[in-house]
């Protein structure tokens, strides 16, 4: 059998890139992983040529590439093409738009999975053969419970700063309840490894759209966060109650409605661990990286034959 050439950018232990590659690879699926490092015009023409010379290896069957793709350049997929290929790409994209869509060689994707449903006819519309969704998943070797780490912080929230968090923390703390922000909204940022760290120890974390006005999208935080063993409150997005229940996560419509349910919460010790132990049963079969993507490797298999 032939193996797929799987491009992932270098990037940081827990990247969500890499856990996708371990999906991959836990599914059976034969790859020679090219690790690329993403900076400077020139770095890209020498990823792209590098791309194009493992692409025409006579054991390489196919091209899949995760992430956005912006440190290639088209002539990356020259040799794919040429010798009949299939060239795949797994995108990171958001609700509100194509984050690595609106590049050059889109129309040269036999297929794309995309984490944004809305973004699937934006794609075929580019000349993508083939366009499906595929809702964000966790790394259960990275993101899993340890009940061994006391819960010393009550409301913890993980990401940067826009409008709409900073508004929603400050109401938040106006209310009297105290919420470490851990990343470049808290004043530093945090490497992904240390997240699992930081849920372990939390009772309650909050999942905000990273929209300036707020506007829904689904984002990996909340399967982050379920995985690991805490409860979730989270700002609805659109597709929510197909991958968590009202039993599994604190849905909320509102700042007044999000400081209610977290108040409501802390009444009850017992309420953020029985949501906790719902959504932990959801997340480890159901919404990781090797369940995902058990369907797209046994077809990807098929063509590396």
Not at 187 to 212: E, K, T, Y
Request: charged share 25%; with cysteine; aromatic share 10%.
């Amino acid at each position: 059998m032939r193996k797929a050439l799987v491009v992932v950018e270098s990037s940081e232990l827990g990247n969500i890139h890499w856990s996708i590659l371990r999906g991959l690879v836990k599914n059976g699926l034969p790859v020679y992983p090219l690790v690329l490092p993403r900076t400077g015009p020139a770095t890209m023409d020498d990823n792209s040529q590098e791309v194009a010379v493992w692409s025409s290896r006579d054991d390489v069957g196919m091209v899949l590439t995760v992430g956005p793709n912006d440190h290639l350049l088209p002539t990356a997929f020259d040799a794919a093409r040429h010798f009949g290929k299939p060239v795949v790409s797994i995108q990171i994209d958001d609700d509100w738009g194509i984050r690595g869509g609106f590049v050059p060689y889109v129309d040269l994707y036999d297929e794309v999975l995309t984490s944004a449903e809305s973004c699937i006819s934006l794609y075929l519309e580019k000349g993508v053969r083939r366009c499906e969704f595929l809702p964000f998943a966790i790394d259960e070797d990275v993101f899993y419970p340890n009940d061994s780490v006391p819960k010393d912080i009550g409301v913890l929230f993980v990401g940067s700063a826009t409008p709409h968090r900073s508004r929603a923390v400050a109401q938040l703390r106006v209310q009297g309840i105290d919420v470490h922000w851990a990343g470049p909204g808290g004043g530093r940022r945090i490497p992904a490894w240390s997240i699992p760290h930081l849920v372990w120890q939390s009772c309650i974390c909050l999942n905000f759209s990273d929209q300036p006005d707020g506007t829904p999208g689904m984002k990996i935080r909340p399967f982050e966060y379920a995985a690991c063993g805490t409860c979730v409150v989270s700002e609805r997005w659109s597709g929510d109650t197909d991958l968590f229940t009202d039993h599994e996560t604190v849905f909320v419509n509102s700042p007044y409605e999000l400081e209610q349910k977290i108040r409501w919460l802390f009444e009850d010790g017992l309420r953020p661990g029985a949501f906790m132990r719902e959504s932990l049963k959801r997340v480890h079969p159901y919404h990781t990286w090797q369940f995902r993507l058990k369907h797209h490797v046994g077809r990807w298999k098929e063509l590396l034959t």
